[in-house]
Structures are given as C-alpha cells and as structure tokens.
C-alpha cells in the first residue's frame, strides 16, 4: 500500500477537522527543515493565500508544554483571518485556549540571503504593529508528543486568528518587552503577562522569525505579518465566552467564541 504524502493527510484533517496520532514514520519529517518542507506543500494545496505568520513556542514554558527546544513557525491562512470583534468558531477544537499576541506587518520583502538580518533591520522592514488573538488547534490528538518537525509540519498549531488594525506609530517609543498585557474572559480578568515572554522582547522574536523564515521558508513578502508568540498563559476558552485582551495605552481587542 502506499502511503499518502505528509501533507495530504494533514490537509485532510484540517478540512474534517479530525486528528491522527502522528504521521506515519515512512513520510515523518526527521528534522525542521523536512517539516518545513512539509508545510510549504500543505500551503500549496490548501488553494489559499499565505496572509501572515505565527511563531509558537516562544516562551520556555511554552516549549516545555509541547515539548520542543526552541520557536516554530507557521502559516496563518487567509480565510482563517478574522476581524476584530469576530465570532470564533471553537468547533471541535482540542487546545480551547485563546493567546494575546503582538503582530507585526511588513512594508517589504525579506529573501534569504548569505547573512542573517538584524533586529534593526527586521524593524525597518515593519509597516505596522497590530494587535491580534490567536485560537490555535492541533491536528494531533496529542500534540504534546510529536516533536518539532512534526508540529512545523501541521504549521505550528495554527487555526484563527483575530487580526486588530495597524496601530498609531507611537508604539515605536515604547518598551514593548516591559509592555503589560492582560486576558479578561467574560468580564474577569484571568491572566497577565507582558511582551518579555516572547523570547525577551516582541522585537526580538520579530527578529530571530525573519530570519528562520529566511533560512526554511523563502523569506517574508512586502503585505504579510507575524504574530510574535502570546504574552500571557493562554486563557482556557468555551462556547459563549466573550475575550477581551487589554494592552494598556495601545488599546484592546476582543472576539466572541462561537
């Protein structure tokens, strides 16, 4: 019997919304670079638009909760994008948590090429700050258990994402690792936390994706955008519940779970 393709069973069950266990070892990816590889043909067959860019993982406690030893990155899909304020399907939905995420849009292209960017330049290449929620969802019945490569494969857990608009250029003044940031869910404030926990600084996640995106996955487009990893522990979440992520003087965004 042969085997279908990494990506097509992945595909499948994203388009079901069904799990596996893992991929069978005869098409697993054995490192990043085959799970990159992986989601850039899921990514061609889905039949829609690369519209930004996800780092999971970006905090030690993240990387420890999946078991991994450092950031993954993903596609956000266009017709996963949503507005502000947007009902979110949950669905059968396994992870049923929202993140409080900064987002970072792009005024032009970033190749690969034979040196890595540095933060000045990744932030030079910045149009916009955004305010977002990520819902993410696995496409493992176990996510915890099947290793980076994998995880890369089934682009980084992405499923939603609620997209705020471009911010005032104000937010180039501030300290966006010392930036406080709270998750409120029907009213009650249930979580807080602040930009230190993506990798140190949001900037400095922006930066190390640039280039990991450089090395695996042809580089960024001028129009796109990457949500740099949640600042607060992900806010358990249910049908009905009304989120609201408040990030101080740059304003608040919420999103209804349908």
């Known amino acids: 019997m042969t085997l279908e393709p990494a990506e097509v069973m992945l595909l499948r069950n994203w388009r079901a919304s069904t799990r596996i266990a893992a991929l069978p070892e005869a098409v697993r990816p054995a490192n990043r670079a085959g799970g990159y590889e992986v989601a850039a043909r899921l990514a061609g067959l889905t039949g829609d638009r690369v519209a930004g860019w996800k780092i999971a993982a970006t905090s030690t406690a993240g990387q420890k909760h999946i078991n991994v030893d450092?950031?993954?990155?993903?596609?956000?899909?266009?017709?996963?994008?949503?507005?502000?304020?947007?009902?979110?399907?949950?669905?059968?939905?396994?992870?049923?948590?929202?993140?409080?995420?900064?987002?970072?849009?792009?005024?032009?292209?970033?190749?690969?090429?034979?040196?890595?960017?540095?933060?000045?330049?990744?932030?030079?290449?910045?149009?916009?700050?955004?305010?977002?929620?990520?819902?993410?969802?696995?496409?493992?019945?176990?996510?915890?258990k099947v290793g980076a490569p994998s995880l890369i494969a089934d682009t980084a857990c992405a499923c939603w994402l609620v997209l705020g608009p471009a911010l005032a250029e104000g937010w180039r003044n501030l300290d966006l690792a010392a930036h406080r940031v709270s998750g409120w869910r029907n009213g009650e404030k249930v979580a807080e936390?602040?930009?230190?926990?993506?990798?140190?600084?949001?900037?400095?996640?922006?930066?190390?994706?640039?280039?990991?995106?450089?090395?695996?996955?042809?580089?960024?487009?001028?129009?796109?955008?990457?949500?740099?990893?949640?600042?607060?522990?992900?806010?358990?979440?249910?049908?009905?519940?009304?989120?609201?992520?408040?990030?101080?003087?740059?304003?608040?965004?919420?999103?209804?779970?349908?």
């Open 70 to 144: 450092g950031p993954l990155i993903g596609r956000i899909f266009g017709k996963r994008l949503l507005a502000a304020g947007a009902e979110v399907p949950l669905g059968d939905n396994i992870m049923k948590v929202a993140e409080a995420e900064f987002a970072f849009a792009f005024s032009r292209n970033l190749p690969p090429r034979g040196q890595d960017y540095s933060l000045d330049e990744a932030m030079d290449a910045v149009a916009a700050l955004h305010l977002s929620i990520e819902v993410p969802d696995s496409r493992y019945a176990d996510f915890t």
């Open 193 to 258: 936390g602040s930009g230190a926990a993506v990798l140190g600084d949001p900037r400095l996640a922006l930066t190390w994706f640039v280039n990991e995106a450089a090395r695996h996955c042809g580089g960024v487009k001028a129009g796109q955008f990457v949500t740099t990893g949640t600042c607060i522990v992900p806010m358990a979440i249910v049908p009905g519940d009304r989120i609201e992520i408040d990030y101080g003087e740059l304003g608040k965004i919420g999103a209804v779970i349908a």
